[in-house]
């Protein structure tokens, strides 16, 4: 059968696929409207990252695909319930790529309550800006909420205990008395009690209709003098200006921002000289170990959806 890849994948797994299918493997594919096009109306199968957009015109091109993989957790880039009326299988790399983002969460947030970190230069220039720099925060006693506590938020959270901190985790999906709680030694809070309580808010929702603009001016303002906001989970649901202002007027004291509302994020002006402010390109979820275990399994979930 045909299986066409759109995006980047481990290539021991695209020759997993290949000893068993037909594989067109293009990570520019995503970017060739025409081509992507033209090579979906022959695929039994389509893998693909956030980027590629199954909906549409690609849907429709998708006559005989019966399995989507999702090299990656969230599905906002794909119309799940357009391929389900087509009797496609939307399969995502769910926990394959949450140590990586925990990781980059508990990482984030040491940096940012540090704040010690952004001297490098100063200090090579001579500078000894060792005052400035000697009181910054420790995390342990700190308390962490969670703001979706699935994969990731469930992993974060753990990192999070061993290194002291105290946990609060709101999910809608979820009641107080779910063993995951006791299991993370998390305590359930509901949404408002948790951004009131929390020094650092981590944020691991997909993007839908109920979390868009979940994090706007008015939310932020009800967190914490000082606290920190790390939003690894999708643009869109933190509101970017809202937050830059924030943190200069010195009312939060920090965030690391991995996705962003367009991406890649065009040059944002209202990010200028924001303090203690971490950006980085949608890449907490990758890792040379995540995208080997994130490529396997869909390599093995497509071979099996296809038998
Ligand atoms: N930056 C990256 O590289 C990267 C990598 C992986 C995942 N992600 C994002 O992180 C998100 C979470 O991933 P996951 O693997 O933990 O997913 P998951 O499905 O295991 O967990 C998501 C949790 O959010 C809960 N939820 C849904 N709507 C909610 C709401 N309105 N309020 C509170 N909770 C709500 C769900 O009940 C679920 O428990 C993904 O949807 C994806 O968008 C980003």
Redesign the pocket.
Known sequence: MRILITEFMDERAVAQLRAKHDVLYDPLLVDDAPRLAAEARGADALIVRNRTQVRGALLAALARCTVVGRL?????NIDVPGCAARGMQVIPA??A??Q??AEYVVASAMLLLRGAYGASAAVAAGQWPRNALSNGREIAGKTLGL???????QLTGALARALGMKVLA?????NADDPAFTRVGARFAA?DDLVAASDVISL?????D??RG?FGAGRLQAMKPGAVLIN???GGIVDEVALAAALRSGALGGAAI??FGAEPLPASPHFDACPNLLLTP?????TAEANERVSYLIAAKVIEALA
Do not use: K, Y
């Not at 703001?147 to 938020?153: E, T, W």
């Open positions: 990656g957790v969230g599905l906002d769910s926990g790529n949450a990586a983002v703001v979706g506590f699935g994969s990731i938020g709101f999910d809608t999906m979820m949404l691991h929702v997909p993007l839908v109920s979390t979940l690894t989970a999708r991995d996705v949608h890449v907490a979820g990758l």
